[in-house]
């Protein structure tokens, strides 16, 4: 019997080491899908009762679908753009650099260092380049993971609740609810922080006169849909403007932008701002929210963004029903314990 168990666990424990290692290079774009269906469920909701929930689910995604494949194709050109520049200045700063009258030890270490530099940042170069499909297979899965967490919605949440252990079901009801108001307080926080970013960052590129005012129209759209996609966000964006007015000697303008940019468009109003959205829905302390925000994305990347802040509500959650259960228990002791003996009257 014994040994008959050790083989059973040592098989699915294999089996669920294959698994993960085949899902593991997919878990980014599966989890952003559900994250965004569970955003959408509400339209998902109200759509539904019209024209089903299939069907609810094949409008909304291919509505997915067209803001996708604008995102790919823009992230496309934008990327080309960006390291053809980069590699063009990269090459034109030492040129300049190799001609001004140096030390001839100084001219020959930048010399042997441009030597290294140029093969490396071409091969880096080419690396993105061909990263491109790997990127749309992402996206693909992406979609897919959106539309089967809407479709199946409701078979998803069935599930999840009969899951539930009988003998601590108060319990798993109970993160379950807190599961889902620090879900749902991140996701208004996230969709409600885009479109803020996005108006930002088009009233930055009229402020500064980085385009015209359909040019800045679009920087701000694709600010808002890059805000979705990990590791894009809207940095992007003011960099490309900033990157665009030092190419032309503008120095000032770019580090206006830059600054703009960094402090009202992205990465400081994710931490700063965000998190004090999440605590006042949540009612969390808002210092609990940005070290969840700050712990989970050095741990787990852009996911740690919305995962922090749910562990370390989680754990309030069970640290209260521990310390429910210490004082129940103590409480029981206290009415169960015999009394003494009252005291002999002395002679």
């Not at 100084?106 to 071409?122: G, K, T, Y």
């Not at 700050?294 to 741990?299: E, M, N, S, V, Y």
Request: without cysteine; aromatic residues 14%; positive net charge.
């Amino acid at each position: 019997m014994r040994v008959e168990l050790l083989v059973w666990g040592t098989v699915v424990a294999a089996i669920l080491y294959l698994a993960w290692e085949t899902v593991r290079p997919l878990v980014t774009p599966i989890f952003f899908g559900v994250i965004l269906a569970y955003a959408f469920y509400p339209v998902h909701r109200r759509l539904s009762g019209r024209i089903g929930e299939r069907w609810s689910a094949v409008v909304i995604s291919i509505g997915m679908v067209g803001i996708g494949g604008i995102a790919t194709f823009e992230l496309a050109m934008i990327s080309v753009q960006v390291a053809s520049s980069l590699y063009r200045n990269v090459v034109q700063f030492f040129d300049w650099l190799l001609e001004q009258p140096l030390p001839p030890e100084v001219l020959n270490f930048l010399q042997r260092f441009l030597d290294q530099l140029i093969p490396r940042l071409s091969e880096y170069i080419s690396r993105s380049a061909f990263s491109l499909p790997m990127y749309i297979l992402q996206v693909l899965i992406f979609l897919l993971a959106f539309y089967y967490t809407l479709a199946y919605s409701r078979e998803i949440y069935l599930q999840i609740v009969l899951s539930l252990p009988e003998k601590n079901r108060e319990l798993g009801e109970e993160i379950l609810a807190s599961i889902n108001k620090t879900l749902g307080a991140l996701v208004r926080a996230w969709l409600v922080l885009n479109v803020i970013k996005g108006l930002l960052m088009t009233l930055g590129f009229i402020i500064f006169r980085v385009s015209d005012i359909y040019t800045a129209i679009v920087a701000g759209f694709l600010t808002f849909i890059f805000s979705f996609i990990p590791l894009f966000e809207g940095w992007m964006i003011w960099l490309i403007a900033a990157a665009y007015f030092a190419m032309n000697g503008s120095y000032l303008h770019a580090i206006g932008i830059a600054l703009y940019g960094f402090f009202l468009v992205s990465p400081m109003p994710d931490y700063t701002i965000r998190p004090m959205m999440v605590a006042r829905d949540t009612e969390l302390d808002e210092t609990l929210v940005f070290i969840g925000m700050i712990g989970g994305t050095w741990a787990m990347g852009v996911k740690g963004l919305i995962i922090g802040p749910i562990v370390l509500n989680l754990l309030l959650v069970l640290l209260k029903e521990w310390k429910k259960r210490v004082s129940r228990e103590s409480s029981l002791q206290r009415t169960s314990s015999p009394q003494g003996h009252a005291p002999r009257p002395q002679a």
